[in-house]
């Protein structure tokens, strides 16, 4: 993980700082986040979903839309995991602090670069992702 320019952005730490104010938008975490300036300006700051007032996401309308997106802050308590478009939390083998909707994916020799997975309660997605020196 990188820390980007202390001035801008003295508390936004990311895999990929080249990401930041790209100009695309890259809506997850840890790019997605206030630190950041959610990814460096590329994203609009989060909005409320309509029925769910705890649940703020880059775009409200693809909570509940039939496909799960698996990661912050979709796929949280908050917005009723992906408005309930994602199953169940289950613990990954071997990580039982890891809870994801996909537990097979944990140690699957791809690199989910989104929180929860890539992260320290899923071991950097089951030692799928490296951190850059």
Request: with cysteine; proline share 12%.
């Amino acid at each position: 993980m990188y820390q980007l320019d202390e001035l801008f952005y003295p508390e936004c730490v990311v895999p990929d700082p080249e990401q930041v104010g790209n100009g695309i938008c890259n809506p997850v975490a840890p790019y997605y986040t206030q630190a950041c300036s959610f990814d460096g300006g590329d994203c609009t700051e989060p909005q409320q979903h309509p029925s769910l007032p705890n649940c703020f996401v880059y775009k409200p309308d693809s909570v509940d839309d039939g496909s799960c997106d698996d990661h912050i802050p979709y796929n949280t308590i908050e917005c009723n995991f992906d408005g309930g478009d994602c199953p169940d939390h289950q613990p990954a083998d071997g990580y039982p602090n890891c809870l994801v909707s996909f537990p097979e994916n944990i140690g699957d020799g791809e690199c989910f670069e989104h929180t929860p997975y890539n992260g320290f309660d899923c071991g950097f997605d089951g030692g799928d992702c490296v951190l850059n020196p």
